[in-house]
């Protein structure tokens, strides 16, 4: 009788050792395709907020003298849209302009303080809110937009 309790004691363990097995491989196989992935398709938070820069800019390019017009613009949740003029290094609400827009004017879409391999482009004219550079938190929202002689003038729609 107790050979039969050690003999399960010993398929016990074989499987347990198994199992362990099992899991371990498939850990590593699920982390071998999530890696692949980001690899072959990227990085697709920033490419969104590339093309969220480039649709926000094309709609303003839209807008006339003097001319006032509503325009939505998504981005990933937690981003900024920033506007830095050529000698501002950190904007009001702390964002640093990334390296290569150095003396540059920049309008951004930013994650984090440090605005690093993110949107940016050098806009024609200045993006202000009452004459200060915006530094807006987007998600999905409305902005109002006047384009004004010197510069765009920009209101979040509440």
Partial sequence: MFMKNKR??????KNLVSLIIFV???ALIITAISLYLKYYYGDLTNEKASSSLEFFLNKVEEIGPEETKLVTITSPI??????FSET???????FKKPDSF??????????KNECIAVACEIPKKP????GTSISIPIEVMDLEITNNPNNYDVKKVE
């Fill in 8 to 13: 399960g004691v010993e398929l016990l363990g």
């Fill in 24 to 26: 371990i491989g498939l």
């Fill in 78 to 83: 937690g981003w900024t849209l920033n506007y």
């Fill in 88 to 94: 501002e290094n950190i904007n009001t609400n702390g």
């Fill in 102 to 111: 150095f003396s540059r004017e920049a309008i951004c879409i930013c994650e």
């Fill in 127 to 130: 993006f202000m809110n009452k």
